[in-house]
């Protein structure tokens, strides 16, 4: 990418709804043509049968109310959804007085996204690797970007967070909710229930090597095609934010609401549930340019 002088906040003026997003550079995307291969397109229809309406339950218990926690945005507030697959965030930040746009390279979920919150926010299809690509999202105009169950998704992390450095405004927030990849390492992780001490616990096999995990096929579209999730340590993510001058600044662990074990006692099973999180949430703060943030050009 060659430079372009600190452009500044969006000097095009808010997207419009129902507009037709570009590549800086390229041609129109074609409707259906997912942006990039970890896109949840395939997954489409099940997801968004899975999530209904206001999304699943860990949604509405946990994760939504902890990101708006962590968010807390005011009115007029310009904040960018990163991979907002059917738009579960939208209504909540648009009540709050924010304004909403989403990003993801789903056009499947992003039809969706507009169908049931078109009015609540804007949704743009793209690749969250290349946002500074993106000819409707301007360099530092984003008072918040948010990850929403959504960066485990994305590969590599680098140019994930470092458009969404060059998105956001200085000081700009950037809210990130995962699973907690210290206790939940896809297929590397589980419950156990011992009998002798009559406790719940948790085994962890694997945990500092990253892994991509394939997505259980079962919601797919019966064409075979599944896409990969990413474990990753913490670690991972909290440099991987600072090289992007996204320091963290407050990070909450959050329980499950409920948790079964086989052959456990409710008790067991409660005090387990309450002392080994499910999600991990973090607020980043810009509070510097990365070397060559806010200074791209097309590619
Ligand atoms: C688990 S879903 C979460 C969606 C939404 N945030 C929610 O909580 O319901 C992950 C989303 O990330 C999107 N995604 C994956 N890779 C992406 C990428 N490189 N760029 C943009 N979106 C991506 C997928 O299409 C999917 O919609």
């Not at 339950?57 to 939504?64: G, P, S």
């Not at 708006?68 to 945005?73: K, S």
């Not at 600044?249 to 959050?254: K, Q, R």
Request: aromatic content about 6%; charged content about 20%; some cysteine.
């Amino acid at each position: 990418m060659s430079s372009k002088q600190g452009p500044g906040p969006n000097k095009k003026g808010p997207l419009r709804p129902g507009a037709t997003v570009r590549r800086r550079g390229g041609e129109p995307r074609g409707a259906q043509q997912p942006a990039a291969r970890t896109s949840w397109d395939p997954l489409a229809t099940w997801y968004n049968g899975w999530m209904g309406e206001g999304g699943s339950e860990y949604h509405r218990q946990l994760a939504v109310p902890a990101v708006m926690r962590l968010l807390e945005p005011e009115s007029g507030e310009q904040i960018l959804d990163v991979g907002c697959g059917q738009g579960v965030l939208a209504p909540h930040v648009s009540s709050a007085g924010g304004r909403y746009v989403g990003l993801d390279a789903s056009p499947r979920l992003l039809d969706l996204a507009r169908k049931a919150h078109g009015r609540k926010g804007l949704f743009v299809l793209g690749d969250a690797r290349q946002i500074p690509s993106l000819r409707e999202i301007e360099s530092q105009s984003y008072d918040a970007v948010t990850f929403l169950l959504s960066i485990q998704d994305m590969d590599p992390l680098e140019p994930v967070f470092s458009g969404a450095a060059w998105a956001l405004k200085a000081e700009g927030r950037a809210v990130l909710l995962l699973t907690h990849p210290a206790f939940r390492v896809p297929r590397q992780s589980g419950w156990g229930w011992d009998e002798g001490r009559k406790l719940v616990y948790r085994r962890i096999d694997r945990y500092l090597t990253p892994l991509p995990v394939p997505m259980n096929p079962l919601g797919g579209n019966g064409s075979g095609v599944v896409t990969r999730s990413f474990h990753r340590p913490m670690s991972h993510y909290v440099n991987g934010l600072a090289d992007q001058g996204l320091l963290v600044e407050h990070m909450e662990e959050i329980p499950a609401h409920k948790l079964n074990v086989a052959g456990s006692t409710t008790r067991a099973a409660n005090l387990a549930r309450k002392e080994i999180p499910l999600f991990v949430a973090l607020r980043a703060r810009k509070i510097r340019h990365a070397p060559d943030n806010g200074s791209r050009q097309p590619a």
